[in-house]
């Protein structure tokens, strides 16, 4: 075989090997081979669900293990907040393990996917320090949305992929893995498709997915999908619902509310889930002003029930 040849096979059985990894070998889900258990789902709280109340860090955490949830998925801009108000990270970890609760994932917002190189070192540099944070309180994982390239359309999804590998093996050196996140509202990234593209293409085989629902739907993307998708691909995913108005074009994080109280196929989504990773971590993602208005706890309480209630639903 000659070398370019032998170049072009290398990369195209490194991109096969990895979409093998990413999409169901099957070609859907197949709950036969999964337990179709709703407590098999490890049930977990995005603390912007309660961020409009303003309790703090610690509080934030307290409330989720009195409402029930199985593990948190925290801002790491609010526990920078948390050490620079005198918290350290030792006594966060030993707090978060004495109340039960695991820190499955966390949120930041790192430049890492943008065109100009500057910026995309500091946004790797943003990204070690988010990391560190989340290493040190347990965290197993970090949204990576397409943070920066989010208002101009066009970028280039093939060298989108080469930035997002840069990123999964600063993870891998971290020990925190980067989930790809599906951005709705942005101009990139905005289709479930367009982030699998890039996950594959990266060629590295920790490459994995954070969907969600609002952002599956406002991003203009079919459900159908995700039952392409295989049980490492999808470690975690944000449950929400939205409502039938205000229509795709002009529908805002704000509006989304309760798994159960909008229109969205969640019978349908979660029986997919189910048939692609039983495990999978579901976190709890709001951003309504009208929940933040109410009492924390009574929110978090309800947002749990109504989330076991529509999996319970989906799978009886």
């Excluded at 070998?25 to 603390?47: H, I, R």
């Excluded at 005198?86 to 930041?108: C, F, M, P, Q, W």
């Excluded at 999804?157 to 980067?178: C, D, H, I, N, S």
Aim: proline share 5%.
């Amino acid at each position: 075989m000659e070398p370019t040849s032998r170049r072009k096979f290398m990369g195209t059985a490194t991109g096969a090997a990895i979409g093998v990894n990413l999409l169901n070998a099957a070609g859907g889900s197949n709950p036969e081979s999964n337990s179709m258990d709703a407590t098999a789902f490890k049930y977990c709280l995005n603390t912007s669900t309660i961020r409009g109340q303003n309790l703090g860090l610690i509080k934030e955490i307290e409330v989720a293990a009195e409402a029930g949830y199985d593990a948190l998925e925290l801002w790491t801009r609010n526990i920078r907040a948390y050490v620079s108000e005198g918290g350290t990270l030792k006594e966060l970890d030993a707090r978060i393990k004495d109340l039960g609760l695991t820190v499955e994932s966390g949120i930041g917002f790192a430049k890492w996917i943008v065109d100009d190189p500057q910026e995309r070192a500091a946004g790797l540099e943003e990204a070690r320090r988010d990391m560190e944070i989340l290493r040190k309180i347990g965290g197993k994982r970090m949204a990576a949305p397409p943070a920066g390239a989010t208002r101009r359309e066009g970028l280039d999804l093939f060298q989108a992929a080469k930035r997002y590998r840069a990123l999964l093996e600063l993870g891998e050196e971290m020990g925190v893995t980067p989930m790809l996140e599906v951005w709705g509202f942005s101009k990139n990234l905005h289709r479930l498709g367009e982030a699998v593209l890039v996950a594959i293409e990266s060629g590295h085989p920790d490459a994995c997915l954070l969907p969600d629902v609002y952002h599956i739907y406002k991003g203009g993307s079919d459900f159908t999908g995700l039952k392409m998708l295989s049980q490492t691909s999808v470690p975690a995913f944000h449950m929400n619902d939205y409502p039938a108005d205000p229509p795709r074009e002009t529908i805002a994080d704000k509006d989304r509310v309760y798994p159960g109280d909008g229109v969205a196929p969640l019978d349908r989504i979660l029986q997919d889930l189910a048939g692609i990773n039983s495990g999978m971590v579901l976190s709890l993602e709001l951003f309504n002003p009208i929940y933040w208005k109410q009492d924390a706890l009574e929110v978090a309480k309800t947002g749990l029930s109504k989330l076991k209630g529509a999996v319970a639903s989906a799978l009886s």
